[in-house]
C-alpha cells in the first residue's frame, strides 16, 4: 500500500506547498466567485421570497464556475513548468497521481467554498451554519472534482483547453448539481434531512462511480 499512498501524498504535499508559495489557484478561484456573487446580489432584489427560490442556483453557479477555473489550472500549470513529463516518468502508479491531484483540486475548492459562503450569507441574509448544506457541499465537490481531473488531464492537450473542459465536465456532472441546488433549496427553506435524502443519495452514487470509473481511465488518458 506504501507504492500507492507515498507518492499520493507527495503530488499532493507538492500541490499544496506550491499553492501556499504563490496563493495563485486559491485567490483566483475566491476572485471569480466572489465577482458572482456580488453581481447577482445587485441585479436581484433580495427580498425574502425571491432569495429563497434564487439562492441556491446563485451559489452553486459560483462554485462550479470558480472550481472549473481551479481544475483547469492545475494541469495546466503542470505542463507549463514541464513536470508533467517527471510524473509520468516516475514510479509512481497512475492511480496515485489521480488521487493526488484530485484531492489537491478537491481541498482548493473547500478552501474557496468556507471563504465565500459566509460573505453569501452576509449578503443575501441567510443562515451562516446549515450541517445539511455543508454536507452537499462537500459531497458534491467531491464528485466534481473526480470528474474534472479526467477532464482536465484531457483537455489540457488540447488547443482550446479553456473552451474544451467546460464542454466536456458540465453535461457530465449535472446530477451532481442538481442535487446539490436542490438540497441547498431544502436546507435554506428549513426542511429536515428526509427531505434531501434521495437527492444524498443520487450525488453518493455519482461519487463513488465515477471515483472508479476517472481512477480507470486516467491512465490511457495521461498515455494520450
Known amino acids: 500500500m506504501s507504492g500507492f499512498f507515498r507518492p499520493m501524498a507527495a503530488i ?11 496563493r495563485d489557484v486559491v485567490a483566483s478561484l475566491f476572485i471569480f466567485a466572489l465577482l458572482v456573487v456580488v ?34 489550472r492545475g494541469f495546466v500549470m503542470e505542463k507549463e513548468q514541464g513536470t508533467m513529463d517527471g510524473l509520468l ?12 491531484k484530485l484531492l489537491a483540486s478537491f481541498l482548493f475548492m473547500v478552501l474557496m467554498e468556507i471563504m465565500i459562503y459566509p460573505v453569501f450569507a452576509a449578503l443575501f441574509n441567510l443562515p451562516f451554519f446549515l450541517p445539511s448544506f455543508i454536507a452537499i457541499s462537500l ?13 482536465s488531464a484531457t483537455a489540457v492537450n488540447t488547443r482550446s483547453r ?32 428526509a427531505a ?27 498515455e494520450e
Open 12 to 22: 499532493l504535499w507538492k500541490d499544496l506547498l506550491l499553492e501556499l508559495r504563490t
Open 39 to 72: 453581481i447577482f446580489n445587485f441585479a436581484l432584489d433580495p427580498a425574502p421570497e425571491l432569495v429563497a427560490v434564487t439562492a441556491p442556483g446563485i451559489v452553486w453557479v459560483a462554485f462550479a464556475f470558480s472550481g472549473m477555473l481551479g481544475l483547469n
Open 89 to 100: 516518468l516516475s514510479p509512481a502508479g497512475r492511480e496515485a497521481i489521480y488521487v493526488g
Open 139 to 151: 459531497a458534491s465537490t467531491l464528485g466534481f472534482a473526480a470528474v474534472g481531473t479526467v477532464f
Open 162 to 193: 479553456d473552451i474544451m473542459l467546460p464542454l466536456l465536465l458540465m453535461p457530465v456532472t449535472v446530477p451532481v448539481f442538481l442535487g446539490a441546488v436542490k438540497v441547498t433549496g431544502n436546507a435554506l427553506a428549513g426542511e429536515g434531512w
Open 196 to 222: 434531501s435524502a434521495s437527492w444524498f443519495q443520487l450525488v453518493a452514487i455519482f461519487d463513488i462511480l465515477f471515483l472508479v470509473v476517472a481512477a480507470f481511465l486516467f491512465e490511457y488518458v495521461l
